[in-house]
Structures are given as C-alpha cells and as structure tokens.
C-alpha cells in the first residue's frame, strides 16, 4: 500500500487493479483506510452486476484502487480489460495469494489477459511441489520475458535441477543440477523480495512488554 501510494502520489500511475480471495478485501479496504486514507478505493466483489460495472467505470474513468476476486476475473475478464469499447490498461496490477495461478487453468489464463503495465504477485507459497509453479508466477509477471516460455524452462532448469536431487544419480549430475539452480536464483532474485518470519518479528515489538514478538512453539496434534 505504501509502494502504491508513493507512486500515486508522484502522479507515476493512475489506477491499480487489486486480485484477492473474496476473504482478504476487507483486510485490503481495511489497511488502505489506515495507510493510504486520500485513495479512492472501488467495489467489483460485491452487489448486483450493475452496481459493479458502474464502480469499474468509475475507477477506470477517475483514477483508483479497485479490487475483485479470482472467481470474477474468470468470469468477467472481458470487463475488467476494457472500457468503452476499447482496451483498457491498468497501470498496475496485483495478484494477492498468487500462487493460484500457480497451475494452467482458467483463473492463469484469465490473469494472463489482464492488459498492466506493472505486475506484482504476492504469496507466502511461491514454491509448493514444482519449479513449474514458480516459473508460472514469474511469467505472469513478466509475461513471458524473463524465464521463456515452460518448455525451454522445463529442458534448462527444471530437469537438471529436478534429476540431480534423484537417488544414485552420478556426481557430474549433483554438479550440473546445483550449477543450474544457482543460475536460475541468480536470474529471479533482483525480481524477489523476501522476507522470512527470522527478519520481521525481531521487529513486531509486543504491547504489553516491549519484547520483541515471537510466534509460539509448533504443535503437532494428531486426530
């Protein structure tokens, strides 16, 4: 939100198109009412159909922040890519929890479709079972320029990377796997901002003492 309104500010963008679980809008409203408060913020998740297109052509006529969820997107795609009949393109556009669109499905493809200028994609899971869902976040944020297309990702990073963490393989094998997982870092790391629970509790202080917080020990119950 702070990264959004430095930019409003300096007249760099006009409207940003916001992407979430219907769950999360709140907190987003939420949060930019205690951050951003001057931000015109628009509604296309809830109401009747119309009351939503007419909050879209507002925040695409005036300038805005307007949020949706992933199921309107799909739905609606046609919509949220045009205005008057003509193409519409967001200065920038968010995906919350973007590891959604981690598989190719209709809510990739839809996101796909999104006309932006900038993409940002947030997850605390940009990396569950295969490197495939990594490289289909960055291509969505970079539509296609930074990795290429999967299947020159799949024979230049995923199979060596994937073949050198097997059973009995060989050493020449080990070494080509690390080598290319180090280039491939090296290639998405200036694009990936990271922050472990390590570096952002020592500075969550608590209320009542003033200690720096700290999450409770795991607890693993077995039903």
Known sequence: IVFLSSLFDANKIKTALIVAPNTLLANWAREFKKWYPSIELFNYHEGTQKNRFIQLAACQRNGGVLFTTYGLLNNHINHLMTYRNEKFIWDVCIL???HIIKNPNKTSHAAGQIPSKFNLAISGTPLQNKLAELWAIFNWV????????????????????????????????????????????????????????????????????????QLPPKSDIIV
Do not use: W
Not at 150 to 178: H, Q, S
Not at 187 to 195: A, H, I, S, T
């Open 96 to 98: 919350d929890e973007a």
């Open 142 to 213: 970079f539509k296609g320029q930074l990795l290429g297309g999967y299947v020159d990702f799949k024979t230049n990073f995923e199979n060596p990377i994937t073949n050198a963490r097997g059973k009995c393989k060989g050493e020449d094998v080990k070494l080509l796997g690390t080598k290319v997982a180090h280039n491939l870092r090296a290639l998405y790391e200036p694009y990936f901002l990271r922050r472990t629970k390590d570096e952002v509790l020592p500075m969550c202080k608590s209320p009542t003492s003033g200690k720096s917080a």
